[in-house]
């Protein structure tokens, strides 16, 4: 099932530095986008998400892109933190409430 | 803050026997699922459940796997006849009666078929 790829398995940053982590998709009929942040024995939890209908929504220091016409989602951090450092899971919607569809994860190193 | 939990954490089982994984919801959430990762895999969806039934299930969710919520505050995946390739971290996760408000996920069963 390769409806949804995170290409880079890891990331490091410098502390201070932007975060970029990328996630690409084959359909179009998706209409939610969701990150979610793991650590090591704990489920993901939420970061931040948005709608086929934006093409960015920000939470202080988390940023969602999103370009429908190139199937790509992107998630910026700015500044990056130590702990930041954690696996990093798009996830992707057909309808809300359904369903997630994962990406294999980029596990982000941020070293102060 | 509400969070969702899981019981047991870490579950060993020999081949064959069947296994209860339990999950207690977010209490005022109205949305279940069950996921699953095997070690170095993504997380894969296997159920939602809704309004006491399931809503979907995806193929890994074959005739071995079914779900409850026996006393509406409850909600388990059994899986009966385990085989090896059942070994996985699952992970149940609820949404709340607002659907879109994101999945809150468990801190996941590890699961060990011997």
């Known amino acids: 099932d390769q409806q949804v790829k995170q290409n880079s398995p890891s990331l490091s940053v410098q502390e201070g530095r932007i975060s970029i982590l990328n996630c690409d998709y084959t359909?179009?009929?998706?209409?939610?986008f969701l990150w979610y942040k793991k650590y090591p024995a704990e489920g993901p939890t939420f970061l931040i998400s948005?709608?086929?209908?934006?093409d960015k929504n920000e939470d202080g220091r988390f940023t969602v892109f999103l370009n429908k016409s190139a199937k790509h989602l992107s998630l910026h951090i700015v500044p990056s933190q130590p702990g930041d450092s954690a696996v990093y899971f798009c996830?992707?919607?057909?309808?809300?409430?359904?369903?997630?569809?994962f990406g294999q994860g980029t596990e982000l190193s941020v070293k102060p | 803050e509400p969070e969702v939990t899981q019981t047991p954490s870490h579950q060993v089982t020999q081949m064959g026997q069947e296994v209860i994984l339990r999950c207690v919801p977010i209490?005022?959430?109205?949305?279940f699922y069950w996921y699953r990762q095997i070690l170095g895999q993504k997380v894969e969806f296997l159920v939602s459940?809704?309004?006491?039934?399931?809503?979907?299930k995806s193929e890994i969710f074959d005739d071995r796997f079914s779900v409850e919520r026996p006393d509406g505050s409850n909600f388990t995946l059994k899986i009966r006849s385990t085989k090896l390739e059942d070994s996985a971290m699952y992970f149940c996760?609820?949404?709340?009666?607002?659907?879109?408000?994101?999945?809150?996920f468990g801190p996941g069963t590890r699961l060990t078929v011997l």
């Open positions: 996760a609820s949404g709340p009666p607002r659907v879109e408000d994101e999945q809150f």
């Open positions: 359909n179009s009929m998706f209409d939610y």
């Open positions: 948005i709608s086929s209908i934006k």
């Open positions: 996830a992707l919607q057909y309808n809300q409430g359904g369903k997630l569809i």
């Open positions: 209490s005022n959430h109205l949305y």
């Open positions: 459940f809704y309004n006491n039934e399931i809503s979907e």
